[in-house]
């Protein structure tokens, strides 16, 4: 079975810090694009920053978070982390990882293909 569990959410004041993991298994993970986003209640889903496959090697970020999101994988344990720095409150929303079968950053990020996503976890930056 595929799984993708997001974790490392909490509440952060505003200018901290949270490290969020995402582990995954049951796909090649080297040939997949996997990437964050955020949906905060009543808006649409973003994609927040994501990582091309190993041959790809690139990564997006969108305007909101960058210079402040550090997206990272690490192939040996199967896991994609998010670095937040500079947290503000309008980064408050629930955060889940998800995965594309084309290997491709932009398009993961942009909405234009999604083969796998998991559960959420949820930030908080309170102001």
């Known amino acids: 079975d595929v799984q993708l569990q997001a974790s490392g959410g909490g509440l952060v004041q505003a200018g901290g810090s949270l490290r969020l993991s995402c582990a995954t298994s049951?796909?090649?993970?080297?040939?997949?694009?996997i990437g964050w986003f955020r949906q905060a209640p009543g808006k649409e889903p973003e994609g927040v920053a994501c990582?091309?496959?190993?041959?790809?090697?690139?990564?997006y970020y969108a305007d909101p978070v960058k210079g402040r999101f550090t997206i990272s994988s690490d192939k040996d344990k199967n896991t994609v982390y998010l670095q937040m720095n500079s947290l503000k409150p309008e980064d408050t929303a629930n955060y889940y990882c998800?995965?594309?079968?084309?290997?491709?950053?932009?398009?993961?990020?942009?909405?234009?293909?999604?083969?796998?996503r998991g559960k959420g976890t949820q930030v908080t930056v309170s102001s």
């Open positions: 990582i091309g496959s190993s041959d790809e090697g690139t990564t």
């Open positions: 998800a995965a594309e079968s084309l290997g491709n950053d932009a398009i993961l990020c942009l909405g234009y293909g999604m083969d796998y």
């Open positions: 049951g796909f090649t993970f080297d040939s997949y694009a």
